[in-house]
Nanobody
């Protein structure tokens, strides 16, 4: 059984920083894609960042590029998202997701991911 468990998040002020992490159990990350998505109330789930382990490249949404940093430790089956210079529009539930046998063009599509964590709340306020 594959499980993803997020941790971190919480409350931050505008311009502040937070870190969320995700631990995967039940399978290795070889050949997989690990991603972060977020969903604000009343909104669709939105791509944030992804690591594609075949090629070891990291991809970001334009809205977070330059502010968020995704990292991963394949040996420990963990990924993290360091969120800096936070804005109110970053407020959402953040989910980690694991996809297998994915093509590059699909990594920003939530429905292409097979496994999901339970989500962790990130709130940015003044």
């Amino acid at each position: 059984q594959v499980t993803l468990v997020e941790s971190g998040g919480g409350l931050a002020q505008i311009g502040g920083s937070l870190r969320v992490s995700c631990a995967v159990s039940g399978r290795t990350l070889d050949g997989s894609v690990m991603a972060w998505f977020r969903q604000a109330p009343g909104e669709e789930r939105e791509f944030v960042a992804a690591i594609r382990y075949s090629g070891n490249r990291i991809y970001y949404a334009d809205s977070v590029k330059g502010r968020f940093i995704m990292s991963g430790d394949k040996a420990k089956s963990t990924v993290s998202l360091q969120m800096n210079t936070l804005k109110p529009e970053d407020t959402a539930v953040y989910y980690c997701a694991l996809g297998v046998n994915m093509i590059l063009s699909s990594i920003r599509i939530p429905a292409q991911y097979k496994y999901w964590g339970q989500g962790t709340q990130v709130t940015v306020s003044s």
